[in-house]
């Protein structure tokens, strides 16, 4: 069965410092990755996902994710965050499996940036 | 171009009753699929809808159904509710591998 495994649950950070946020995955087949975000009072939305190509995949408001298929991992990046990326991230992955677009998520980590 | 609506945006239940929760996809997309998000948690698969029947259902137990309408048009129904079924029930729509997520019906079983 697939899982989805996000290493940190809370991650403080002061503004323009860098980010890393963990994901590892496990299946042993084709996937789809996504990382959704959701910001505070509002819905998950979709910060970036990878199919296939360049495994660096670059999303919206600068984030990116490098996705290393002998690693099973598909970690989130941003060189310099702001006040305003303080969300809840998760990351999540499907099995290329015909029509299958099941989506499992891991458990989401809390990002606090401090102004 | 609208999203995802979904409706009511909060319910308040008791143990035992029945709720309804219904989804609009995005224009042009097909496939509905419904999550369950419990506090400090991921969103859960619950079941997917494509052309007017389930196609892949998650570990829910049968008081979890659904139906999706010609229009593509979604519904999430729940009998004999549990305490523990109070969640944010999110809804999300897409037409190839990409999901969009509307903004959720938060229900609270008392």
């Known amino acids: 069965a697939q899982s989805v495994s996000q290493h940190n649950h809370h991650v403080i950070l002061s503004e323009a410092a860098s980010l890393e946020l963990g994901c590892n995955y496990s299946y042993g087949g084709t996937v789809n990755l996504f990382w959704y975000v959701q910001y505070p009072g509002q819905h998950l939305q979709l910060l970036l996902k990878y199919f296939s190509g360049d495994p660096l995949v670059k999303g919206i408001k600068g984030f990116e994710a490098e996705f290393i298929k002998s690693k099973f991992s598909f970690n989130l990046r941003k060189p310099s965050v702001q006040w305003s990326d303080t969300a809840e991230y998760f990351c999540a992955v499907n099995a290329r499996l015909g029509r299958d677009d099941k989506i499992i998520f891991g458990k989401g980590t809390r990002l606090h940036i401090l102004p | 171009d609208a999203g995802v609506t979904q409706s009511p945006t909060h319910l308040i239940k008791t143990r035992g009753q029945q709720v309804t929760l219904r989804c609009s996809p995005k224009?042009?997309?097909?496939?509905v699929s419904w999550y369950q998000q419990a506090l400090g948690q991921g969103p859960q698969f619950i079941f997917q809808y494509y052309e007017e029947e389930e196609r892949q259902r998650g570990n829910f137990p049968d008081r979890f159904s659904g139906h999706q309408f010609p229009n593509y048009s979604s519904e999430l129904n729940v009998n004999a509710l549990l305490l523990g079924d109070s969640a944010l029930y999110l809804c999300?729509?897409?037409?190839?591998?990409?999901?969009?997520f509307g903004p959720g019906t938060r229900l609270l079983v008392l």
């Open positions: 999300a729509s897409s037409r190839r591998e990409t999901q969009y």
């Open positions: 224009s042009g997309h097909d496939t």
